[in-house]
């Protein structure tokens, strides 16, 4: 029978902050596709399965385009029109629009690159972890850890001076945190182009050894350059934040996983890989079928809003083994935790490297690191944010 997901849940049950929302999990024990009717009276779908999912992820019917995301899952916005996105803002756009913006990218993010950046995310991270240490025994591991080491290493690809980083720091978490008003969000999202306008305008003067200085070397235009900055600034700084403080607490709750990696240095890539399947810090996204589709039996009318459920999918026992277990030894690997085909996350390897080098090292500084607080009562962020984490993550450790 068709299973119909009436709204989507706005909280995750009590002591399972890891966990998908139990309503979600529901809906893919029914089967991998569900209908959602979308607060505005759209007839949309819900896909919670890692086969559908990745399949549409692959499927150039379906658009990303920003002007056909007409509907929100949680907000009746009327008859509003929507815009299409800023030019440079190419994860919202389709072909051929996507790879003029995505294209000069690529050889800038590749696997040896980030590689050779290693040493430096090392030093950045011996640098706050040694912070840490002297004002110890206590620290909000959020602030402390999490934030500061990919803003920097952020700061320095693109050439932003780290000490500009309150200047977007804040306004990056308003617009991505789930708790801000539609003013607020429109007074971050113009404060952070406002800067980039200037970043860009002093890169063309001034060209630094940096990726944007780089970019300016060709025909794309200022404000070309100011939507590109904003989507790696924003993607690069706060979800691998997220991912350092959330994954953090979830090996703290999982104290035999934590013993392992530990006594383990070689489970380090397979225990960053099952952190950003079990976690999913970007939950879901939208895509917009062009044509009529045929999917999981279902036909998908052109025009219709899929909703893509990421935590689901990578919590799909027909894709994993015990799903909703953190297995650092993991052999079922191919999460979609960074998407899939042409809009994979360009990002991907430079996130790897972060926590690869971060993660062991804060658990080997600290050995009796542990919360400060009791578990439940780590201030998390709500699931109306683009991306999910904690506020704050207090921990101590014996001195």
């Known amino acids: 029978m068709e299973h119909t997901v009436t709204t989507l849940p706005t909280a995750r049950r009590p002591g399972c902050p890891f966990d998908p929302p139990k309503e979600l999990i529901d809906a893919r024990e029914h089967g991998p596709i569900s209908r959602f009717p979308f607060p505005d009276g759209h007839q949309g779908w819900l896909i919670t399965g890692y086969d559908l999912a990745r399949s549409v992820l692959a499927d150039s019917r379906f658009s990303s385009r920003k002007e056909l995301m007409r509907h929100h899952p949680l907000i009746d916005y009327g008859d509003i029109e929507v815009p299409p996105a800023p030019p440079g803002e190419f994860i919202l756009m389709d072909e051929p629009q996507h790879s003029r913006y995505r294209k000069p990218l690529v050889g800038k993010f590749t696997v040896r690159r980030m590689r050779l950046l290693t040493e430096r995310v090392e030093q950045i991270t011996a640098d706050h972890l040694d912070a840490m240490e002297k004002a110890g025994p206590s620290a909000d591991l959020v602030t402390a850890f999490a934030k500061p080491i990919p803003a920097i290493v952020i700061c320095e690809l693109l050439g932003v001076p ?184 360009l990002g991907q390897q430079l996130a790897r490297v972060e926590m690869r080098v971060a993660l062991p090292a804060l658990f080997h500084r600290f050995p009796t690191l542990r919360l400060a607080v009791p578990a439940e009562e780590v201030a998390l962020r709500p699931e109306a944010a683009d991306v999910y984490g904690v506020k704050s993550l207090p921990v101590t450790w014996e001195v």
């Open 162 to 345: 780290y000490k500009d980083r309150g200047r977007f720091q804040d306004q990056i978490d308003k617009f991505l945190g789930g708790e801000s008003s539609d003013e607020d969000l429109i007074a971050a999202y113009t404060g952070v182009q406002n800067y980039l306008a200037e970043l860009v305008a002093a890169k063309r003067a001034n060209p630094t050894d940096d990726v944007l200085s780089d970019l300016t070397d060709s025909d794309l235009t200022d404000e070309e350059l100011r939507g590109m900055a904003l989507i790696l600034l924003s993607a690069g700084f706060d979800t691998t934040a997220n991912m350092l403080a959330l994954g953090t607490f979830a090996l703290l709750q999982n104290p035999a996983q934590l013993a392992a990696l530990r006594a383990e240095p070689a489970l380090t890539d397979g225990a960053v890989e099952e952190l950003l399947r079990y976690l999913t810090v970007v939950k879901m996204l939208q895509r917009t079928a062009l044509e009529d589709v045929e999917l999981g039996g279902h036909t998908i009318k052109a025009g219709t809003t899929v909703i893509l459920s990421y935590n689901t999918a990578n919590r799909d026992p027909g894709r994993f083994t015990d799903p909703h277990v953190l297995d650092l030894r993991r052999q079922d690997g191919g999460h979609l935790a960074f998407g899939h085909g042409i809009h994979q996350c």
